[in-house]
């Protein structure tokens, strides 16, 4: 079987990533490429490092030139994905890299985004609780971000095993540049990022908060709140997301609740291809990941403080986004999850 | 008045940085300079940068050759600087850039440093409520740790005007490397570090916990309670403190608890030379303070959770250390406590 | 047909690119993995980014371990590998990532290495002309080093061409520090190696230089010297050559000497799958080809100072080292010679 | 006495830098600080680590703002400050740190910069050979480039000693990014730049190339014709240059050409308080000058091909600009030369 795509957004990171991916994806035809104000260039001025696709041209992103696709991967700002996605066919797999469909809190979203909802599709973490059965056979699916994506893969096992209080969770990520996009900021120019940590969007401003609250709370059954503070790291990709939670008193009060703690964790990832408990005392680098769609975990119980730590490295390109959606396309489509998705990690 | 200063550690970071700022202090004469398996070879071989200083010879570190200078500073290993300090004569101002004296707690010095205390010293940080007055005249002095330095300059405002909660505190560092100091370490390499983010001593092992919680109680009147987690950034030089604490609920209840929150930390620092509150909206990031000894921070309350977050910035080799070590100087001997450290940040 | 490879060295940087490649290619199954300082260990705990291969347990780098295998990698100190090579049997597939079988003049060998010559193997760059037939059905292949695959692939097809004078040829290149190995080195700190640039070998020193040279005179049919100038760079991975060499004065008298020169190099990579010469005015960055065995070039005439200036990257793990090594493979074993290399460079 | 000075273009990196450095220049006072689409702003929002100067606002750049100050720093794109000179009062000390005064050749800038020639002015590098006594009480001085700042200072003693053969001259140089300004390109994202080195201006385009011959030219008394290749590293700060030429046929039958080589050189900079000529065996690096006017230099000669190697680092913002500048300044003045220069390099 081969599967027929097409990439909108393919000038940009996640869409370039996507392109990397599905280059080498087995089943996988790689048909319309389309940019918006690099239309009719060639990919290989934009993308130089995606070789074997150099020669194609971008087409314009419209739903005409996405469509006839079996599956159409949207890398478009928010807004625009919902808009577009709303015109292709029903029948179509459509994978939304972007916000527009993530949020099922018609509230949420207007609160972080000053926009009317879209709406929610299924939400593409298979390693969440129960969320794999809801991928199979769907036609829409919604990309998590990569801020989220690092941080409900650092916390949920504890939240699905009530090991975790839902309150007073503080999160804490730094991201390579690459998650801010190609946008031309002074402050993402290589002179102003190089050998410096900045933090943004701090005190619960991200657009990502409501997200991770969502996921956290949907897994717990009752009402989680976050403190995250997001911050940009010298270093093109990777996150490093360091998640810390209260443990339920009951478990505090167990002979071993350090030993408690690290076997929910290891118990909810056994089976899971891309998902790795470090062992004891090895601490996960975001360079060990990058290019890969693996996370590394590792997870600490600070007795003083009553604290569990998680620490989670993803790339934000690949398991952050276009592993993710790749990932998730495999299983809408009953394909082996871990198809074109077998790249280590390039390091050092 | 011209001041003769010896330093130890000259081959080290701390060391380099201490003769750095050393070299263009108006009122110092350096005298000895010392070093331990490096002893006999020319400084520029191992301190390229000090250009003014290459042709001077380390001698070894002994009491004998750092005596007969009005400042001796240390910049050595833990244990190696109480053992040496207890040679050198009562009227020399020592100044250790080392963890010996920093604790006033024997048990919290045995927990984590396994060792015997070698008693507390006088704290150099000059910002903490009336800390000033006690460096003044003082023969000894402690250098606080480069994360403590970050930390306790973005919490203990709060914690001074009774605005902040002593437990719930939250804590996550990121580092430049030099803060791990010269040591051969496969993990410190530059094809190791380079692009990637790591964190280390999670859950409440780092050694700079007791003193955070040192520093932060002393202000606060009663016990606090940190969980400090510090991770490893890709550049050489710098921190950025993500600190986050609960707010009094009396606090909460105001009408623009926002707004209070940000003149405790203006009121504390209108009269700092080194401490800059940025303006709303601003964020400090490392850059800005690379090679200065200023400090610079920005607080956001998130109401969603109640909690303040402070992001602070500092150099860890300047404010961290070395710039610490030459401010508390000025000020133990009353010289103008900027002297010798006016050079601003050097950026992009 | 499931070939058995063995891999040596696993420890370091070749070894583990090694492994990261043999990990996904479709006809290798990884028998066993060696080390020396280190057997014994977990890969894991020293390649985390290997994460399919993270429990195998790394045992002694012996004949004995690495015999009974089809394909035998040698990722060894120069020296080692001679001698161990020397005991595998004759029918393996022995392919030496070192330099002990490069160069073919023992004279060249002894003034740049210092010690005995152990003769030479035919030379793992499949893209010198004529050079693929010899590698096909090769039982031994020495595999170039990194500096000289870019330097060669940059020069070869002028020389060949008879379009470059064979003096006056300067080459200065950049390289990532993995390409200095895991080596505890204070020079290789990342504290040290950020933000920096430096010289190394300067003068003609690099042991790279003879190979160069014996390279570009082979393919010119007389004797090419070279001035050739490493440099340090930070960053992990990559190498970019610059190259320049004065051209033929019959060639400079043509009417359009730029564009014989484009077509020349043009000719000689159309048929590779891994070198491409980029469009004209697209300079090629190291990053295109981070993780990949691709290779892009660029080539400008200045008729100011007849020079020809030719800028090639790659990876100087993969194509400078493992992926070199695993082509070569391909070819001496008459596989598809893309087999498990088809990864595209991880940008950004 | 108090200088007043005026800096246009104080939004940009060599702005800022001249702000760095005029701040703690101790004969200085700085007057005006003019911008251009940035004007009316804070300082603080654009150059953040400039903390004494936070508070100041912007003026428009023009000739009204700047006049009345001793010293008026230009800081422009070129053909803009040309146009302002015009403006500013004979007896105002101009400094030009844009491109517009530096060739004397008309033909060579029209062709190089395809605009009309404004003119030459004293060029501010006083190392050169007599150029100290054409800057003292000069009332109009060119900043030279960064990259001739680099390439002059490595050739010139030897071209000065008729040491060198005045063809074959090949230069190679890796710039930190900040030399291409804070313009927002997408090549200079930090997305791009980090982890990734890149060649650009190649085949003699740079418009620094002239400028070198230029320089190299009136030293050697002959016309010199140079091959310039510029690269970018993924730095911020910091050029290493790489320097090449042929050795005059009688220097290279002495007996020991490498040691009489080596005092050239060592003669050349032996009073020079900025110059560095490293002990043999010491490689330079760019961080052991960031921040700093120094620059460190190192020659090798290779017997093989019959070359000089000259290998200079340089900050291209201090020694390179605005440290440059503000030495010219005090020279013309018949100030101390490195007052206000004073700082040692950062590092590491």
Redesign the interface.
């Known amino acids: 079987m081969t599967i027929s795509v097409a990439v909108s957004g393919a000038s940009g990171?996640a869409g370039?990533e996507l392109l990397?991916l599905l280059?080498?994806h087995p089943s996988v035809s790689i048909g319309a490429i389309t940019a918006h104000s690099n239309a009719g260039s060639?990919l290989?001025?934009l993308?130089?490092?995606?070789?074997?696709l150099?020669d194609r041209l971008l087409e314009e992103t419209t739903a005409a030139n996405l469509s006839g696709h079996d599956v159409v991967f949207l890398a478009l700002p928010h807004g625009a994905s919902a808009q577009l996605a709303a015109q292709l066919p029903e029948h179509t797999l459509v994978i939304d890299a972007g916000a527009d469909h993530r949020l099922e809190d018609p509230a949420a979203w207007e609160a972080f985004y000053k926009s009317e909802h879209a709406g929610s599709w299924p939400y593409g973490l298979p390693e969440l609780p129960g969320q794999r059965e809801k991928l199979q056979g769907s036609k829409r699916i919604a990309v998590p971000g990569c801020y989220p994506t690092s941080a409900l893969l650092a916390l949920t096992p504890g939240f699905a095993a009530g090991a975790l209080l839902p309150?007073?969770v503080?999160i804490?990520s730094?991201s390579?540049?690459?998650g801010?996009g190609?946008s031309?900021?002074?402050n993402?120019?290589?002179?102003?990022?190089?050998?410096?940590?900045?933090?943004?969007g701090?005190?619960?401003l991200h657009r990502h908060t409501p997200e991770i609250e969502q996921g956290l709370s949907q897994v717990a059954g009752e009402q989680v709140?976050?403190?995250f503070?997001p911050?940009l790291?010298?270093?093109?990709?990777?996150i490093?997301t360091?998640a810390?939670a209260?443990i339920a008193p009951q478990l505090a009060k167990q002979a071993k609740p350090a030993e408690e703690l690290r076997q929910i964790w290891a118990d909810a990832y056994q089976d899971e291809a891309f998902i790795?408990l470090?062992?004891e005392g090895?601490?996960?680098?975001?360079?060990?990941?990058?290019?890969?769609n693996?996370a590394?975990l590792?997870v600490?119980?600070?007795?003083?403080?009553g604290?569990v730590?998680v620490?989670a490295?993803i790339d934000n390109l690949t398991k952050g986004t276009a592993g993710g959606a790749v990932q998730s396309m495999n299983i809408a489509l009953g394909l082996n999850e871990t198809l074109g998705l077998?790249?280590?990690?390039?390091?050092?």
Do not use: F
Request: hydrophobic share 30%; charged share 15%; aromatic share 4%.
């Open positions: 990171y370039g990397r280059a080498n060639r290989g001025e993308q130089p490092h995606l070789h074997s150099s309150d007073d503080v804490v730094a390579g540049t690459s801010a190609k031309l900021k002074a993402l120019l290589g002179s102003e990022v190089m050998g410096s940590m900045s933090p943004y701090v005190g619960g709140t976050v403190s503070t911050t790291a010298p270093m093109s990709r990777g490093l360091t810390t209260k790795h470090l062992p090895q601490w996960p680098s975001t360079k060990s990941v990058v290019g890969s693996h590394a590792q600490a119980y600070d007795e003083r403080t604290r730590l620490c490295v077998e790249q280590l990690g390039v390091a050092p």
